[in-house]
């Protein structure tokens, strides 16, 4: 081979190999980093099935919803929160880092648009329940970018966490914060395996309301083996009153309903729980219910409450577990809910465990 063809069999051979590399480059997952003269950004999947792509790492960013905040924080990244929501901030011993009269909004439906703004924030993140197509019309124009993260989903859990652990470059963190809590998941599903299902009634903080298929709540009865009395049924909502009546004909095995302190805003929860008298009350006002005297639950003094604050944490697996506990205390002897939630707050929020929000305290070894 000439010099001259050996030139030209050298160009053509960098050539291909530049053709080879380019093409493996286009099978690399969207959630890869791009770098070069522009900005570092990463593009993620939010649980809006949503294509985002964000500064990386996020410095600065605004949060609606207190579970979204929880499960920031215990990514590690909570100091890169510069606003939340009135709904967060309320609670002045769990969140005293933010102040409740200079917030984002009430909450994930209640925006101040002009409020976000002058904090600058790079991104707003809220939850699927909230406002989101039209937070990202009103906060295009000033390059704030949106990201939909629902605390609350359980079921997209550990997605959830990688888009935070990634967004925030908090990875080791979040794979950390989703093994530890995969852990008691995977041990319920093979203690309850072939386990004939008991029957479960999930009532919300309002009487007579339960949750229908598609809603978060049904899902955490899902994850604990139980079965909600009303599968099967077609409801306009995923959440809806229902005919106490129905109940005492279903009759459940487990009754748990959802209780708050009096002072926390309605829906949210405190760090603080209810006091004592209150879950008392409470528990003897659903037993006292015309012909609930009848239901197996009550019968067998299978009443129980967990806490708006207690059930939430991180997307409600902590409500699942205790939950899972509370059905099959017989089943699920090595399962410890109240360390599980221990670990939840003082590993991962920083915060000193604290009963009283699962009541009465399932019983362990």
Avoid at 221 to 246: H, Y
Avoid at 255 to 279: D, F, N, R
Wanted: proline share 4%.
């Amino acid at each position: 081979m000439n010099q001259k063809n050996k030139r030209l069999f050298l160009v053509w051979f960098c050539t291909m190999l530049l053709f080879v590399f380019a093409g493996c480059n286009t099978d690399k997952s969207k959630e890869e980093i791009k770098s070069g003269s522009e900005a570092k950004t990463v593009t993620i999947t939010d649980n809006a099935g949503r294509t985002v792509e964000v500064p990386f790492p996020l410095e600065r960013v605004v949060v609606a919803s207190r579970y979204n905040n929880e499960l920031i924080r215990a990514c590690g990244a909570i100091d890169k929160v510069v606003g939340v929501d009135l709904n967060t901030a309320q609670d002045r011993e769990y969140w005293s880092d933010f102040d409740p009269n200079n917030t984002i909004g009430k909450g994930q439906n209640e925006l101040n648009y002009e409020k976000i703004i002058e904090l600058k924030p790079q991104a707003l993140i809220l939850p699927k329940n909230g406002s989101y197509k039209e937070a990202e019309e009103k906060l295009s124009q000033f390059d704030i970018k949106v990201i939909v993260i629902s605390g609350y989903d359980t079921e997209d859990f550990e997605n959830q966490i990688k888009n935070i652990g990634k967004i925030f470059d908090k990875k080791e963190k979040a794979e950390k914060f989703i093994a530890c809590f995969k852990e008691p998941l995977e041990y319920i599903n093979k203690q309850l395996k072939g386990v004939e299902k008991r029957k479960v009634y999930w009532e919300d903080i309002k009487d007579y309301r339960t949750s229908f298929e598609g809603d978060y709540y049904y899902k955490m009865i899902e994850l604990s083996g139980g079965e909600n009395i009303f599968a099967g049924e077609q409801k306009a909502a995923s959440s809806a009153e229902i005919d106490p009546e129905k109940v005492i004909i279903k009759n459940p095995d487990v009754i748990v309903k959802t209780v708050t302190p009096k002072a926390a805003l309605s829906g949210t929860g405190l760090y603080t729980a209810p006091t004592l008298e209150q879950m008392n009350q409470t528990i003897q006002d659903i037993k006292k219910r015309p012909g609930w005297d009848e239901i197996t639950a009550v019968k067998n003094d299978n009443v129980y409450l967990m806490t708006q604050f207690g059930h939430g944490g991180a997307s409600k697996l902590i409500g699942s577990v205790y939950l899972a506990k509370w059905i099959y205390p017989d089943k699920l002897q090595d399962l410890n809910p109240d360390e599980i939630f221990r670990k939840w707050l003082e590993d991962f929020q920083g915060f000193k465990y604290i009963d009283g929000h699962f009541y009465p305290a399932p019983k362990t070894k």
